[in-house]
T-cell receptor
């Protein structure tokens, strides 16, 4: 069974540009989560999808970040326009049920904004 | 969610048991203790979880004190591949997120 995959693995963009990160959860997992670790900080929750609906987006830092999960399968996280402080590693995780004890994490996308 | 406190770093000799402590003195009755780890350049990985009883799986054992204010993750025979940052997380089962703190950086030495 394939795990959670994320694309790209690395992205380097200039301040003001747009970047879209993609996450493919494990097949059959209705719950999809985005997290990020910015430089020197802890891993922080961004948002949670149940199928195509946003269950909790309390961790989204501002309106430059837009997450979608059309069709309830893969998800995208768009940053527009990117700022220097957005640099970090963005993780996606999936789980079969919301009360699942295990969230399966992808390898992350390392975003560098110059 | 209750806050957890972990030592920032620990060393362990290869082949020996690694005992990673975690304090969660404000844990409430419906909160579970979860342990995840992050090996360098990978995403976090689930290890084990428990409510009040001690738990064991193929990766580790989790010992929770009777008052549930602290716990210990035990890796019985640490290998070099166990070098990672280990996170102790306290949350209710239905919470949306895993709240990662700073964790403990475990270094297994030959």
């Amino acid at each position: 069974e394939a795990g959670v995959t994320q694309f790209p693995s690395h992205s380097v963009i200039e301040k003001g540009q747009t970047v879209t990160l993609r996450c493919d959860p494990i097949s059959g997992h209705d719950n999809l989560y985005w997290y990020r670790r910015v430089m020197g900080k802890e891993i922080k929750f961004l948002l949670h999808f149940v199928k195509e609906s946003k269950q909790d987006e309390s961790g989204m830092p501002n309106n430059r970040f837009l997450a979608e999960r059309t069709g309830g399968t893969y998800s995208t996280l768009k940053v527009q326009p990117a700022e220097l402080e957005d640099s970090g590693v963005y993780f996606c995780a999936s789980a079969k049920a919301q009360n699942s004890y295990e969230q399966y994490f992808g390898p992350g996308t390392r975003l560098t904004v110059t | 969610d209750a806050k957890t406190t972990q030592p920032p770093s620990m060393d362990c000799a290869e082949g020996r048991a690694a005992n990673l402590p975690c304090n969660h003195s404000t844990i409430s009755g419906n909160e579970y203790v979860y342990w995840y780890r992050q090996i360098h350049s990978q995403g976090p990985q689930y290890i084990i979880h428990g409510l009040k009883n001690n738990e064991t799986n193929e990766m580790a054992s989790l010992i929770i004190t009777e008052d549930r204010k602290s716990s210990t993750l035990i890796l019985p025979h640490a290998t070099l591949r166990d070098t990672a940052v280990y996170y102790c997380i306290v949350r209710v089962a239905w919470a949306d997120d895993m709240r990662f703190g700073a964790g403990t950086r475990l270094t297994v030495k030959p």
